[in-house]
């Protein structure tokens, strides 16, 4: 069936993260975030697409500072409750009754009970338009990242989706549909991707973790 070209991201099943910000006044905000992707495996880069009538982008442009949270679905409650439009003094953690993880790297808190946290710096900041609306492409330097050890394997990084339960969405017409990850048994090296069969960035992973 032929869809409308404007539905592609219903058609992505999307992380569901949670950003959590200060503002300058020490202020704390969350607000959850699917537009946000990796960039390439070598960098410790991570782009997040906002609108520009967001608080989040505010204290980020003010701060330079964000938390990538990786909520599991037993936070799904917090969802609507972080994405309603509240004023900017209201603290998001009390709205939403999450509690607040201290950071190492930055000063934005983290949420309590997910199963990663990515502390980062603004890296890069690009303002766009598209159609007269205004939004940024922000990059985000991940300058601090933790997991939690109970679903973590550090003999060989992998981690465990199926304890996790990362929140991931599709949508539909009328709204999200949210969902999680099963593994479905299959594993390929990233060498096999290479003709040599190494991965050149293979020394990356070998290096301790801090
Ligand atoms: C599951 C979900 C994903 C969302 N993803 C984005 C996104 O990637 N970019 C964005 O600008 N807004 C996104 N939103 C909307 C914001 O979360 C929402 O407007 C929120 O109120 C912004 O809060 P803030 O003004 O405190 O930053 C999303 C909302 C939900 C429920």
Not at 1 to 17: A, C, G, Q, Y
Not at 32 to 48: A, G, H, K, N, T
Not at 86 to 107: G, I, M
Request: charged share 25%.
């Amino acid at each position: 069936m032929k869809l409308k070209n404007f539905k592609r991201e219903s058609l992505i099943p999307l992380p569901v993260t949670l950003i959590s910000t200060v503002s300058e006044d020490g202020i704390r905000n969350i607000a959850p975030y699917s537009c946000v992707m990796p960039i390439l495996r070598p960098f410790d880069l991570v782009c997040v697409a906002s609108a520009k009538m967001r608080d989040t982008y505010v204290n980020i442009d003010n701060t330079e500072e964000f938390v990538i949270n990786m909520p599991g679905v037993d936070l799904v409650d917090a969802v609507i409750p972080t994405s309603s439009h509240v004023p900017f003094d209201v603290n998001e953690f009390e709205l939403a009754n999450l509690k607040e993880r201290p950071s190492k790297k930055v000063k934005a808190p983290g949420i309590e009970g997910c199963y990663a946290w990515m502390e980062c710096k603004l890296h890069s900041m690009h303002e766009e338009t598209y159609d007269g609306f205004p939004y940024l492409l922000i990059l985000g330097k991940v300058v601090h990242l933790e997991v939690d050890d109970d679903i973590y394997n550090p003999e060989d990084g992998s981690w465990d989706v199926e304890k996790a339960k990362p929140l991931m969405m599709t949508e539909s017409n009328q709204g999200m549909h949210f969902c999680t990850v099963n593994d479905i048994g299959k594993f390929e090296p990233f060498g096999a991707m290479f003709e040599d069969g190494k991965d050149p960035l293979s020394w990356m992973y070998e290096k301790k973790e801090d």
